[in-house]
């Protein structure tokens, strides 16, 4: 006879610290995309959507990061919301850096699959290094830092 475990399944709940640490993490990937646009070059096809991008990318990851476990201290808080306000500049990155191996794939500039993925990681390591401004980097980490602490009070107080 085989036996029946049942799992805890509220790992996906929706929760109000997942709620709050999305939310604010997505206004903050939707400001440092704003930000990174006027830094991009001009011919940079795809970087006009870049602050909605970065927004649904802060969206889920701080619904997946943030909101899974907000910390038991502010501290504790602050260093999820760094950790995953600097994994929504890698995924904007990664999606600066696919559009533009797109862009030139369909111009055959690339002789193998291989090559084209490199780049990818070249092209968003090119525009990291764009990125790297203050305006940037300073909305990333006060957004990050803010949206730990309100995803803490969101799961403190609003059980």
Same mark, same amino acid.
């Given at each position: ?6 799992? +805890?399944?509220?790992?996906?709940? /929706? ?10 993490? $997505? ?7 704003? $930000?990174?646009? /006027?830094? @991009? =070059? ?5 970087? !006009?959507?870049? =602050? #909605?991008v !970065? ?14 476990? =907000?910390? +038991? ?9 760094? +950790? ?13 850096? @696919?559009v ?11 002789d193998?699959v ?5 780049d990818?990681?070249?092209?968003? @390591?090119?525009? $990291?290094?764009?990125?790297?401004? =203050?305006?940037v980097?300073?909305?990333?980490? #006060?957004?990050? $830092? ?10 403190? +107080? @609003?059980?």
């Amino acid at each position: 006879m085989q036996r029946v475990v049942l799992r +805890k399944a509220s790992h996906g709940m /929706p929760t109000m610290g997942r709620l709050f640490g999305g939310a604010g993490l $997505a206004a903050t990937g939707y400001l440092a995309g704003a $930000a990174i646009v /006027p830094l @991009l =070059p001009q011919a940079m096809k795809g970087a !006009a959507i870049l =602050p #909605v991008v !970065a927004a649904s990318f802060g969206l889920l990851i701080g619904w997946r990061v943030i909101g899974r476990f =907000p910390g +038991k201290t502010m501290r504790e808080a602050v260093l999820t919301g760094l +950790k995953a306000a600097s994994f929504v500049l890698i995924w904007a990155m990664i999606y600066l850096g @696919l559009v533009q191996m797109l862009r030139q794939a369909m111009r055959n500039r690339y002789d193998s699959v291989t090559e084209a993925v490199v780049d990818i990681l070249n092209q968003g @390591l090119q525009f $990291a290094i764009m990125a790297a401004h =203050p305006m940037v980097l300073g909305s990333l980490l #006060v957004g990050g $830092a803010l949206s730990g602490m309100v995803a803490l009070w969101g799961h403190r +107080k @609003l059980r």
